[in-house]
């Protein structure tokens, strides 16, 4: 992975002195609440419901196990002793003291990793597909392209004060894993037929308040103008990017009222005036960046492991942690391990600095000591041995780190909610909690099959749930907490937005709900169609009439959906 | 007379500037250099020219270049931030100093020392910081960072082209 040179470092170390003098002074009353707030939040401080949140990026995702064991380390010694991983593969603390964290800032230098720009309205962290540099289908390693990204948009002077928040994903393969449609840039990196390395851009997707799949606006450029390109999309938005309106002021509303084609020429327009400067990529930065992501020592070994073989016959329940658990790997004899956040009764992405251990731990022995977030709020090992996995998997068993469910309904996409977050609007961690004590039967789990459940406790959307096969999303009515639910969303690159089914259900209906959503599937299902293939196909009418008994959810009636005016 | 910061020290501002109230109308000139709304450079530029030291100052919405004709006259273009967090002006900045500008150029309004760094970065080398905030110790915020990932209007070349002249080593 990427490793800081003094240059890198020295940047960061001023960034930690610069921050420690902004709260001095802060504390010292000399820069007032409203002065600070912008401040602190381009440092991914927010002031929550019961303390400071601090959130720590993890840039696209990747972390050594030294780094891990210092999240570990700081959620001990600052905080209540675990931490929270986010669908931003970013991690965060719920506990800690505001005159404490340039300390937290300090030690995050010291293992090169910082909170800036995790929160503000400036380029967020860099999001990536977790399986990149591992995967089979992959066409082009991005990761050396998400580390220039990152370094380019850290303190870019100019984009700094955006209209609102910018979020740019990467992913270098035939499946999309980083939901690059679904962001205010998404680069895809392709190939031509000459072999050539491009991108085609996406721009305009997200979620919130108003979800949009992005539009292309680019097929293929040329890797060389990545930067310069990104720079002229980020000036007309910058410029021209509604600041009236704080639910109007993504780049996706400004794309849709230009119309992509407008859009298009703005950004060709002062493309023209930016291509081919200084900021133009080299070979020489990219062949030095990529060295840092060069393939680890692997071994070579047969492509089929005969102890592992055996292993699965011999278990049931570790067939069944593999069969969920363990993904495909470009290298033979090797695989890449999901180690899972998501144990019933455990908040989702939550772990415990004994588990942040552990798992720092597993990753030095196991797999090159490196490991991954994904935008799931697992933790992923990505070079694993076959020969390793029974191994592992007893290891993490034991640490409560194998819940086979990836991929399944438990495996539920949640952000932290009414529990912890001021813009909530309701509660998502018992609801999480309550579905998955529903299914809590592993084999109709996995009769059920692939099904992505996403949670957002507000129209924030960081559970994501547009995107969810079932989508729920907290909302507040008249006081009390109330829950929309949405079904056929996807993510991956046939992205599409759930549409609500009806009006909302109270907290305690929310485990039956589901099970009526499912109940119907089962009814409906094709032989190995998925519960979202099966709505895409018949429709919502059969799930809204199950759900609501008879005489409801006829068409027309109940909620409209916010979604399905744009989809 | 207020103080600001003009090429990185403390200094009498020797400037008026016109129109920046909401409702105030610029229609009697003062005596002595005054920087006057975009508009009313458009509609006034020959009787300005004629009476002595002027400037103009740009909205965070107005177009530069409708002043790029004009880089050879004006001494001093001023950017507005009504709000420290509309950033605009950083992007008005970047665009007069592609299109050529070579003269003083202003940022006014809600900023502070911790924004001056940026600011300086994308091309803006005199400060006329918001009402309360001390200039001298903001001085000191210029140098919050000794150096850049991307290139600016200090310096065009982005780190990567220059990182072994930058000293750097590896850790």
Known sequence: MYRYDSLDHALVAERVAQFRDQTRRYLAGELSDDEFRPLRLRNGLYIQRHAPMLRVAIPYGLLSSAQLRALAHIARRYDKGYAHFTTRQNLQYNWPKLEEVPEILALLAEVEMHAIQTSGNCV?????????????????????????????????????????????????????????????????????????????????????RTPIVGHVIREFLPWRDMLTYVEAILRVYNRYGRRDNLWK???????????????????????????DSPSTLTDEEVARVS???????????????????????????????????VHPHSR???????????????????ATAEQMDFVAGLADRYSFGELRVSHEQNLILAD???????????????????????????????????????????????IAEAIQHRFDDLDYLHDIGELDLNISGCMNSCGH??????????????????????????????????????????????????????????????????????????????????????GHGRDGEGAVSPVSAVA | MSQIIRNRRVEEDSWQTLGVQAGEEVSQL?????????????????????????????????????????????????VHFPKVGDGRGYSTAVLLRRRGYR??????????????????????????????????????????????YQGGADDPLPLFRKRALAGATPR
Not at chain 1, 163 to 178: E, L, M, Q, T, Y
Not at chain 2, 124 to 133: A, K, P
């Open chain 1, 124 to 208: 967020r962290n860099i999001t990536l597909d977790h399986f990149a540099g591992v995967a089979p289908d992959e066409i082009v390693d991005p990761r050396a392209f998400a580390e220039i990204l990152r370094q380019w948009s850290t303190f870019h002077p100019e984009f700094s004060w955006l209209p609102r928040k910018f979020k740019i994903a990467v992913n270098g393969s035939v499946g999309d894993r980083a939901a690059v449609l679904l962001h205010d840039i998404g680069l895809h990196f392709v190939r031509d037929s000459a072999g050539e390395v491009g991108i085609r851009v996406i721009v305009g997707g997200g979620m919130g």
């Open chain 1, 249 to 275: 002021a993504r780049i996706k509303i400004l794309v849709k009222s230009l119309g992509i084609e407008e859009f298009r020429r703005e950004v060709e327009a002062e493309w023209a005036e930016v291509k």
């Open chain 1, 291 to 325: 060295a840092h992501f060069a393939p680890p020592p692997y071994e070579d070994l047969p492509a089929i492991d005969a102890a592992y073989v055996q292993s699965l016959a011999d278990s049931r329940s570790f067939s069944r942690w593999a069969e969920r658990n």
């Open chain 1, 332 to 350: 033979p004899g090797y695989a890449s391990v999901t180690l899972s956040l998501k144990k019933t009764g455990v908040p989702p992405g939550d």
């Open chain 1, 384 to 430: 694993v041995r076959k020969r390793d996995l029974f191994a592992l998997w007893q290891a993490a068993k034991a640490q409560g780190l194998a819940t086979p469910n990836v991929g399944l309904l438990t495996n539920i996409v949640c952000c932290p909610g009414g529990d912890f977050c001021s813009l909530a609007n309701a509660k998502s961690i018992p």
């Open chain 1, 465 to 550: 749930h547009h995107i969810g096969h079932i989508g729920i999303l907290g909302v507040d009515k008249q006081g009390a907490e109330f829950y929309q639910v949405s079904i056929g969303g996807r993510q991956g690159s046939q992205a599409a937005l759930g549409q609500v089914i009806g009006p909302a259900f109270a907290a305690a209906e929310m485990p039956d709900v589901v099970a009526k959503l499912i109940d119907t599937y089962l009814d409906e299902r094709h032989e190995e169609e998925l519960f979202v293939d099966t709505v895409k196909r018949v429709g919502i009418a059969p799930f809204k009439s199950r759900v609501y008994g008879a």
């Open chain 2, 30 to 78: 003062p005596a002595g250099a005054v920087v006057v709304p975009l508009a009313v450079w458009k509609a006034r530029r020959g009787e300005l020219l004629a009476r002595g030291q002027v400037g103009a100052w740009l909205r965070p919405e107005d177009d530069p270049d409708e002043l790029a004709d004009d880089f050879g006259i004006l001494p001093l273009i001023a």
């Open chain 2, 103 to 148: 003269g003083e150029l202003r940022a006014f309004g809600d900023i502070g020392r911790d924004q001056i760094h940026f600011l300086a970065r994308v091309g803006f080398d005199s400060f006329g910081l918001g009402v309360g905030r001390d200039p001298q110790a903001a001085l000191a915020s210029l140098n919050d960072f000794t150096l850049a």
